[in-house]
């Protein structure tokens, strides 16, 4: 019984390499999650790319758009740009954009928000998102404000890994939004640090 089911795994197996494209075959793996094989497996140098930024995996998605050559290659390079904390590089990466494709209001946007952020990496000297820029101390509030919550379903409380992968799991796949979003939360979170109450 056992060696007739290992025969109709194969069988699956080499029907599903037949029949599917590697970017079919990818774009499966992706719908169940599996983002690092499904951006091992995809052909398509944008889906690996948006696998690989889904996976939070910036630096290999930002090789990926590089093989794109046109304005949402170059968007999208800028993008995985900001996440790694290279400003400088992300704000050529948009320019291009913009001159490929004038008047594209996400680059734009994009490209205000990593000029803001370049700027205030400058005067306070360092990133203060994920501390990597010369820090030399991270140290976190142990102060819960209202409504944060930290702990599954179950009651257990969450990493700070778990919590990261929990987070890039619910990005949304318009960086735009997500930097939004991250900036907003840490201009909030930096507004909260220095009001005395």
């Given at each position: 019984?056992?060696?007739?089911?290992?025969?109709?795994?194969?069988?699956?197996?080499?029907?599903?390499?037949?029949?599917?494209?590697?970017?079919?075959?990818?774009?499966?793996?992706?719908?169940?999650?599996?983002?690092?094989?499904?951006?091992?497996?995809?052909?398509d140098?944008?889906?690996?790319?948006?696998?690989?930024?889904?996976?939070?995996?910036?630096?290999?998605?930002?090789?990926?758009?590089?093989?794109?050559?046109?304005?949402?290659?170059?968007?999208n390079?800028?993008?995985?740009?900001?996440?790694?904390?290279?400003?400088?590089?992300?704000?050529?990466?948009?320019?291009?954009?913009?001159?490929?494709?004038?008047?594209?209001?996400?680059?734009?946007?994009?490209?205000?928000?990593?000029?803001?952020?370049?700027?205030?990496?400058?005067?306070?000297?360092?990133e203060?998102?994920?501390?990597?820029?010369?820090?030399d101390?991270?140290?976190?509030?142990?102060?819960?404000?209202?409504?944060?919550?930290?702990?599954?379903?179950?009651?257990?409380?969450?990493?700070?890994?778990?919590?990261q992968?929990?987070?890039?799991?619910?990005?949304?796949?318009?960086?735009?939004?997500?930097?939004?979003?991250?900036f907003?939360?840490?201009?909030?979170?930096?507004?909260?640090?220095?009001?005395?109450?």
């Amino acid at each position: 019984m056992k060696g007739l089911v290992a025969l109709a795994l194969v069988a699956t197996l080499a029907w599903w390499e037949v029949w599917f494209t590697p970017d079919q075959q990818g774009q499966r793996l992706q719908t169940r999650g599996e983002l690092q094989q499904a951006a091992s497996t995809y052909r398509d140098p944008m889906r690996q790319g948006i696998a690989w930024y889904k996976a939070g995996e910036f630096a290999r998605a930002e090789q990926a758009f590089a093989r794109v050559a046109n304005s949402e290659g170059e968007f999208n390079r800028g993008n995985c740009l900001v996440m790694q904390g290279k400003y400088e590089p992300a704000v050529e990466r948009f320019d291009r954009a913009l001159k490929l494709r004038p008047n594209w209001e996400d680059a734009q946007v994009n490209r205000d928000l990593a000029i803001a952020r370049a700027k205030l990496v400058k005067k306070e000297g360092g990133e203060m998102g994920d501390q990597k820029l010369g820090a030399d101390e991270i140290i976190f509030d142990k102060k819960k404000s209202e409504g944060q919550e930290t702990n599954t379903e179950s009651g257990e409380e969450l990493s700070d890994a778990s919590m990261q992968a929990l987070w890039l799991r619910r990005v949304q796949t318009k960086p735009a939004d997500f930097l939004k979003s991250k900036f907003a939360y840490q201009l909030t979170f930096e507004d909260t640090a220095e009001d005395p109450q």
